[in-house]
């Protein structure tokens, strides 16, 4: 699959459900979303006969995200399906690790690779809060230390910069990287409809993070960890893993985007913004071929996004990532 601009794509980003058992302060309102109705979610089935029609085409890697992936029941079968379509090479899960530690043994043996993980704060209290679901930190980091156990590889934290509420952290965040083998990626607030506030007053730019970083120490640019994505490596010298920004605002990576996404309700959309989907659950209940509606979601996928800080203005009126997958 190339698209008009020469971009390789490969990768489908499949959001299993839209909801979350956090409520991330950037993320989504407190009160929660008009969660999507129970028959217009894509069943494992479909989801599977989405990928074996895609792998033919070029698609080799999936990551499961959400909302919050494990809150799907029985994600693991999922993952054994999807695992065993010809041409998927490399399976991965985004996850706020609540639930880690439960299923962790299961996805791992069904055929996750690798996980990112999101953690915001390194103190209790202040993830608690970013999270607004008291004692999220705890399960977090018994879901860390489950996924070193059983050998995930690489784990990457993600942490969304928020000013005011964790910036203070940057250093140490980074500084774990000296000890644990693990990628910390600091993420630039991005805005949608349920955050405009907060991503006005609270951007931090990555270009702030990388030279409060290199006040710290020498920094050195790498080739990131397995799974090329949108983030820019560097590693401090001898660390053991790597520090990586991922700058939708401040630096547009639009040009080395190697994915789609496949909403909850089957919706493909070649930009993680924007209002360009293709319905292609209906086609796939309707016994339609639904490669012709791949291959023209791949012909108009944009060339970038358009967002601008503290407006829906070119986020095709996202309300939250959530609904997207991030
Ligand atoms: N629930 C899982 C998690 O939190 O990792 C997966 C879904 S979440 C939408 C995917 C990623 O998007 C997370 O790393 C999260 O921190 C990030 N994210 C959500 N809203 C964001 C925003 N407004 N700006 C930047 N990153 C955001
Ligand atoms: Fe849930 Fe992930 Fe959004 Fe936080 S970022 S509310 S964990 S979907």
């Known amino acids: 699959m190339i698209d008009q601009f020469g971009r390789k794509i490969e990768y489908l980003r499949i959001s299993v459900t839209d909801k979350c058992n956090l409520r991330c302060v950037y993320c989504m309102p407190m009160e929660g979303l008009d969660w999507l109705k129970r028959q217009s979610i894509l069943s494992f089935e479909e989801i599977a006969d989405i990928v074996r029609v895609m792998a033919p085409m070029g698609l080799c890697k999936v990551r499961f995200t959400g909302g919050e992936p494990l809150v799907r029941k029985d994600l693991w079968k999922l993952v054994e399906m999807v695992a065993q379509v010809p041409g998927i090479e490399d399976i991965s899960l985004s996850t706020n690790a609540i639930l880690l ?143 990586g920004v991922i700058t939708p605002m401040s630096h547009n990576f639009c040009d080395r985007c190697n994915r789609m996404r496949l909403t909850a309700d089957g919706q493909l959309r070649p930009c993680l913004f924007g209002d360009i989907q293709t319905n292609l659950r209906d086609a796939l209940r309707e016994t339609r071929d639904i490669v012709p509606l791949i291959e023209e979601t791949l012909r108009i996928k944009p060339e970038r996004h358009h967002l601008i800080q503290g407006s829906m203005e070119g986020s095709g009126g996202l309300v939250a990532l959530s609904q997207t997958g991030g």
Request: proline letters at 6%.
């Open 101 to 243: 530690a439960e299923q962790g043994q299961s996805l791992r043996d069904a055929g996750i690779d690798r996980v990112n993980i999101s953690l915001d704060s390194l103190k209790a209290d202040r993830v608690d809060a970013i999270s607004r679901r008291p004692g999220s930190f705890h399960r977090i980091m018994r879901g860390i230390e489950v996924a070193q156990e059983l050998d995930f590889h690489p784990i990457k934290i993600n942490v969304v910069v928020i000013g005011g509420q964790n910036d203070d952290e940057i250093e140490d965040f980074a500084l774990m990287t000296k000890d644990k083998p693990w990628s910390v990626r600091f993420i630039e607030l991005m805005p949608t409809g349920s955050n405009l506030d907060l991503s006005a007053k609270s951007f931090v730019s990555c270009q702030e993070v990388l030279s409060r970083l290199r006040s710290i120490s020498e920094l050195h640019p790498v080739t990131g960890p397995v799974g090329n994505g949108p983030a820019t490596y560097f590693k401090f010298p001898e660390a053991k893993g790597t520090v």
